[in-house]
């Protein structure tokens, strides 16, 4: 079956420029997450949905960046008013719902987001 | 593509040996573990999981211990090959009921296979 899906792969945008980066998740996994990796280290929180409800957010590094699920399964990151130290590789993540215990997060390939 | 590893820890091995690679965890109520593998240009792959009941699991050719005194997870692998060559993270989440949902991953190590 399908992993998980993230387009585009590269998104080159001019500081200023919203963004927008889209993650189709493994097809009938509930939870999906965020994550941002800089260059050499681990990826980063920045998201967490259950379905379409978004339930935690405390990832997300300003106001600048929204997160939406509207219908439980394509999610959008969307980042406005692009900064150079927003440049980074942007990871989706799904899993099966972990009602009681925990289920592995699989990872899609990544959207690397440069700013100039 | 661009180097996942630049600025991390390496660790050298010869094709065919056993690779021991190393993680220290941060939160002792951390209860599940995983470690995947993250190859130039590509996301994390999931090798193996282990829960905190739990002190040792084995896959295929992978051996992940964790030691939960010292707040030390590793993972082993066998046989080392050529394939094996890339970045390795750990990662640790809180239970579900623990309001478990992100991962935290740890610093990554970038193991060189030698033919």
């Known amino acids: 079956g399908a992993g998980v899906s993230q387009s585009p792969r590269y998104k080159v945008a001019k500081r200023g420029q919203d963004v927008a980066l889209r993650c189709d998740p493994i097809s009938g996994h509930v939870s999906l997450f965020w994550y941002q990796q800089a260059l050499g280290q681990g990826p980063e929180f920045l998201t967490y949905?259950?379905?379409?409800?978004?339930?935690?957010k405390s990832g997300l590094p300003s106001d600048r960046f929204f997160a939406e699920r509207p219908e439980g399964s394509v999610s959008t990151l969307k980042i406005q008013r692009t900064q150079q130290e927003d440049s980074a590789v942007y990871l989706c993540?799904?899993?099966?719902?972990?009602?009681?215990?925990?289920?592995?997060?699989?990872f899609g390939d990544g959207t690397r987001l440069s700013i100039l | 593509g661009e180097s996942v590893g630049l600025h991390l820890p390496t660790l050298s091995v010869q094709e065919g040996d056993n690779s021991i690679i190393n993680c220290a965890y941060s939160n002792s109520a951390s209860d599940y573990f995983i470690w995947y593998k993250q190859e130039s240009g590509k996301g994390p792959q999931f090798i193996i999981d282990?829960?905190?009941?739990?002190d040792k699991r084995q896959g295929q050719r992978v051996t992940v211990l964790l030691n939960k005194t010292v707040k030390h997870l590793s993972l082993q692998i066998a046989a080392t090959q050529p394939g094996d060559s890339a970045v390795y993270f750990c990662a640790e989440n809180l239970s579900p009921a623990g309001g478990g949902n992100k991962l935290t991953f740890g610093t990554g190590t970038q193991l060189k296979v030698e033919l």
């Open positions: 282990i829960r905190s009941n739990m």
């Open positions: 949905f259950q379905n379409e409800a978004q339930l935690d």
């Open positions: 993540a799904s899993s099966q719902p972990g009602w009681d215990s925990n289920q592995p997060q699989h």
